[in-house]
């Protein structure tokens, strides 16, 4: 069982920056594919961003790109999301989320462990 914990949320102006982290509890990320995923209220679960677990190559919904980073620390077992220039609009309770298959995925039901999340709240 693959647990994954995220920190690094809080309240930030508009224009800032933060950035979340994700640690899982065995050497996951040369097995999984690692994705953020996000869930404002009233909505369903929006993908943000994947970091696949051998290429390393990485995909970033068009709401983000060229804001949010995704990346890795084998090292440590931890995947990051820097995310900058921050908006109201980016305001949701972020969750990382591991998958097995070697296939890529941006729907949240495709993955098979996801961590309990942490608020990013944008003010304006």
């Known amino acids: 069982q693959v647990q994954l914990v995220e920190s690094g949320g809080g309240l930030v102006q508009a224009g800032g920056s933060l950035r979340l982290s994700c640690a899982a509890s065995?050497?996951?990320?040369?097995?999984?594919?690692m994705a953020w995923f996000r869930q404002a209220p009233g909505k369903d679960h929006e993908f943000v961003a994947r970091?696949?677990?051998?290429?390393?190559?990485?995909y970033y919904a068009d709401s983000v790109k060229g804001r949010f980073t995704i990346y890795r620390d084998n090292a440590k077992n931890t995947i990051y999301l820097q995310m900058n220039s921050l908006t109201p609009e980016d305001t949701a309770v972020y969750y990382c989320?591991?998958?097995?298959?070697?296939?890529?995925?941006?729907?949240?039901?495709?993955?098979?462990?996801w961590g309990q999340g942490t608020q990013v709240t944008v003010s304006s």
């Open positions: 065995e050497r996951t990320l040369s097995s999984y594919t």
């Open positions: 989320a591991a998958r097995r298959s070697p296939l890529t995925s941006t729907r949240w039901s495709d993955y098979n462990y």
């Open positions: 970091l696949h677990r051998s290429s390393g190559n990485t």
